[in-house]
């Protein structure tokens, strides 16, 4: 369960942002762990329209059954060379 914290309340008909403050990116799918957000999506988000934001969001379920279907260790976080 989220911290409440974690997901800022949506401002009149402004989608929150789905940013759950997990914030790394995975090489393979271009996503956030934690958001399933790409990075053009985060780093946009606050420009976005409401519609395109709802585009996004609409985006995640999928995102969220397709990293599910990765094996746990490609999900894993990755881990610097020594």
Do not use: F
Request: positive net charge; aromatic residues 4%; contains cysteine.
């Amino acid at each position: 369960m989220r911290s409440p914290a974690a997901r800022p309340a949506p401002t009149g008909d402004t989608p929150a942002s789905p940013c759950v403050s997990l914030c790394q990116m995975h090489a393979a799918t271009g996503w956030c762990r934690g958001c399933l957000r790409t990075l053009d999506e985060i780093a946009g988000w606050s420009r976005l329209d409401n519609s395109r934001k709802a585009a996004v969001l609409n985006q995640l379920p999928a995102r969220r059954i397709a990293w599910l279907a990765l094996p746990p260790a490609e999900r894993a976080p990755d881990t610097p060379a020594r």
